[in-house]
């Protein structure tokens, strides 16, 4: 009633309707413009300048002479990486701590006490001669979301934190993912007397790191205590560079299944067995091989792999015809169907070569990862955050093993990845471009608050 009178002696009565419209817009408008200036005050954006010089500073913790880079896990180079990572959070007056397997966990809490947290993180350690970006990307990622959210003095509901998880390459003592396998309650196939590269017992090794084989346990998590688990990562392979993508939303990461295979002819004298009377396991076996990629690609979906990568030849003497060859076959895909079809084709093929040729066939399963695909409600939140970034992400499966891989199996998990320029990774000619690595942080950034919107 007020607010008409006012107008009626402003405008008088005649043309209040439109005046009143006036009134409306103009106001409107200093609403507009008021909401679009809280937003830019309320949220800052990701600072690339801070990004890069972080990933360069923990690449010189384990920069070499010779300009190469090795972080191995546990190493004083990993220590070194890792006190560097903590001095990030000290500054913003984060204190992280660390659990029983050594991951480095940083916590900030949210607004609802009652809600699980969400978390994001990858690995500090490096293969021999690693790269810049594999694993630091995500964990540097990740301290940049909190450095965005600290200095808007954004606070989530849900509490956020960020996990640098110990030995994710497995460099040293072959078996690989420390910190996420505890995590996960997986510990139990790490022991006290595992030898590593250089001889050491892995107590001994956990020891002067701060940890002991037998606590791993202590850092099991239930699966209600993480509501999300994000990684950031670069691919690792060639499809996001070629298809000229700057992310991707990765679907699951893809199954392997492992084999050793065994041909077995007949030994015999190099000079005196003419060629028609031989059984040469390992000509066998060449003939195969050079059929896997056409079986995999007649029979295979787009990003089906198979490889023979280890072969050995019995007696393997320079005047010996082979007379045993035993190599591995491996499989990998995101569909547990297309790896049994493809070994059901590949062991068909080696049948009638053996057949052809009177050869002993043997298969022994040596391992197998069933594929492990991420969750909806997690894609989604990270497809819409590339649609807020206006860079539409594309669908991809990992063939290489993550963090995530473990973390799938308790925690809804997602994965985003960004190019890796040739598809070079575990390469000191690893390489990922500034504009890529800062929109694969901003998707990171916007996901987060997506899932802090969505979920309970
Ligand atoms: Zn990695």
Redesign the pocket.
Known sequence: MLHRTVLISWYGNDSLKESEKIVKNRMQTCFNKMQAYKELVKMQEINIQRVMSNLEEIYQCGKKENGECDRLAFSPEDVKGRKTFISYFEAMGIHPKMDAAGNIIARIEGTDPSLACIAMG??LDTVPNGGKY??VLGCVGALEVCRVLKESGETLRHPLEVIVFTD??GARFGSSMVGSSSICGLSGEFHEDDVDLFGLRREEVFQAYGIHTAFLKDAERPADSIRSFLEL?VEQGISLYREGKSVGIVSSIAGVTRYEVTLEGQANHAGSTLMGDRKDALVAAADFIRQVPDIVAQWGEKYTVATVGAIRVEPGAVNVVPGKCIFSLEIRDQDDAVMTRIFEKLKGCLEEIAARGNYQLGFRQVSYHAPAPMAEEVKNAIRKACEKEGCPGIELPSG?F?DSLLMTARFPTGMIFIPSVDGISHSPKEFSREEDIEKGCKVLLKTVLELDRSLD
Do not use: V
Request: charged residues 35%; proline residues 0%; negative net charge.
């Open positions: 990858s690995h594999d694993g994710e390459e990562h290489a993550h």
